[in-house]
């Protein structure tokens, strides 16, 4: 079955970076398919981050992420990245991939979230 | 950007229908899904496009979408329905997917 397996917790200090991968198993990357980044803070929404077509390599992000979000991929083994620089406390949050089936469609499924902590 | 609008909290009996709304401008031309998130887990598709069921949802999720408000209703509510849930919709300005805040489902 189509599953998404994330990159293990991590811990950063301020300013640092943080690079969380996402394997994709029961499904081919292709043109059709795109990778979304979502995380939630503590007790928070979720908030939308990003795109990648892993076909293409062609990325979308919100705004208030650009210049931050870095999201890459390697077919060769079904994985996505999303890394994230200058990293400070508020950016501590759960991080989610999702597979979304044409840009536009819904996000199914989920990775199981990594939690990254940002804390001196 | 599109911005989505969730009450905080609905609260419903057992057995009873529980609705939940998203409000946007003009949100009934877009496409929306929902989803559902239980404490500590990854969020779950309930409803896509509007009004489409994945496999294995139950048929007491149902959608509507029309005019300025969206509408995930819930029939026959069960406790295993408490969590948290969230609307999304494309926003074809922006080729982003904006989530709503969120509605805290609570079965009394």
């Known amino acids: 079955q189509v599953q998404l397996v994330q990159s293990g917790a991590e811990v950063k200090k301020p300013g640092a970076s943080v690079k969380v991968s996402c394997e994709a198993s029961g499904f081919t990357f292709n043109a059709a398919y795109y990778m979304h980044w979502v995380r939630q803070a503590p007790g928070q929404g979720l908030e939308w981050m990003g795109w990648?077509?892993?076909?293409?390599?062609?990325?979308n992000s919100a705004q208030k992420f650009q210049g931050r979000l870095t999201m890459t991929r390697d077919p060769s083994i079904s994985t996505v990245y999303m890394e994230l620089s200058r990293l400070r406390s508020d950016d501590t949050a759960v991080y989610y991939c999702?597979?979304?089936?044409?840009?536009?469609?819904?996000?199914?499924?989920w990775g199981q979230g990594t939690l990254v902590t940002v804390s001196s | 950007s599109y911005v989505l609008t969730q009450p905080p909290s609905v609260s419903v009996a057992p057995g009873k229908t529980a609705r939940i709304t998203c409000g946007g401008n003009n949100i009934g031309i877009k496409s929306i899904h929902w989803y559902q998130q239980k404490p500590g887990q990854a969020p779950v598709l309930v409803i896509y496009y509007d009004s489409d069921r994945p496999s294995g949802i139950p048929e007491r999720f149902s959608g509507s979408n029309s005019g300025n408000t969206a509408t995930l209703t819930i029939s026959r509510v069960e406790a295993g329905d408490e969590a948290d849930y969230y609307c999304?919709?494309?926003?074809?300005?922006?080729?982003?997917?904006?989530f709503g805040g969120g509605t805290k489902l609570t079965v009394l």
């Open positions: 999702a597979r979304v089936e044409s840009v536009a469609g819904p996000s199914d499924p």
């Open positions: 990648i077509n892993p076909y293409s390599g062609d990325t």
């Open positions: 999304q919709v494309w926003d074809s300005s922006s080729d982003h997917p904006p």
